[in-house]
């Protein structure tokens, strides 16, 4: 009688003990969990403000510029200043009774917009103005930030005010024409500034969190984790730029186009910025957007290395002149 007293004080004994070791087991696994997440999160976040710092703060000076006179025309410098106190650079060339005034706007680090001086001789040889500006933190311009989109049509913006108010180009049409991160802002830009009544695009990001997300998927990382930084990689923009650049970025900037007529160029095989952006960007497009895609990778769209040489790709330039004297001439 008496064993079985003790077996059964014993075996009531054993319960709570074991109850507690599941219950220490589970908290620990709870706590090992949340340091886990915290960790991971704090990975996370960590990665946009260490992969961009090299990127966006500093100056860009070119190591190549371009002058006109190399292409048989004349520039005249302009010195604007933005509604944030930025001084910007642009080069203007002009043409008599133009059908319209193509802004130029250049790429995140390279070429400088003077690169674009064959592209002002086509369209002068076609009846059309220029003016080439280089964004903040380029070149000549002031700034030591490059701004990702989020702020650059504030430059252009400064462009477009400058042909407002200038009487030789009173009614004169405005197209805004960008390369690559250049592409971004242009769309930005006819976004948010109303006076701007066309769009060239060429390799344009749909957004920066998806540019970012896009190369890291390129050079071999997991979907998941790809998918897992872009909210990341917004809050860090959010806090260098600004809050109020929240919806500021081409896939929503286009959906304000309304009527306006655009053309938007990206190559298949886009090594910088991967085709899958002019796709969500063509998502939210207007149904009269024109398009061109072009197959391999061409950044810059112009075959055979001929972006300052454009005898050597006829097919672009046509297309080019086409899409303004369609809806400009």
Partial sequence: MGDREDLKIQGNNQLPLDSKLHVRRKRARKVFAIVLLSFAILCLAAIPPVLMKDMVDIHVDFG???????????SEKLILKTE???????HEVYVNDPKAVVIFISGIH??????????????????YASILYEMRAHGESEGDVISLGFKEYLDTKAVVEYIKSNVKYENTPIIVYGLSMGAATAINSIGEIEDIDGLISISAYSSWEDAFADNMRNMGAPAFLCSAEKPFVKLYTLFK???DT????????????????????????????PYR???????????????????????????NDGFDALEKDSEYTK???EFLDKNFN
């Avoid at 959906?255 to 655009?262: D, F, Q, S, V, Y």
């Fill in 246 to 273: 929240y919806s500021i970025n081409p896939k929503n900037e286009i959906k304000k186009l309304g009527e306006r007529p655009a053309l938007i160029m990206h190559s298949t095989l886009d090594s910088q910025v």
């Fill in 84 to 90: 944030d106190d930025i001084r910007i650079i642009a």
């Fill in 110 to 127: 390279n070429p400088s917009v003077t690169a674009f001086f064959d592209h002002a001789r086509l369209l002068k040889e076609n009846g």
């Fill in 319 to 321: 297309r080019i002149i």
């Fill in 241 to 243: 730029y600004g809050f």
């Fill in 64 to 74: 190549e510029y371009y002058a006109a006179e190399d292409y048989g025309i004349t």
């Fill in 277 to 303: 952006s002019f796709e969500r960007i063509m998502e939210n497009a207007p149904s009269h957007v024109e398009t061109w895609v072009r197959k391999g990778d061409l950044h810059f769209f112009v075959e």
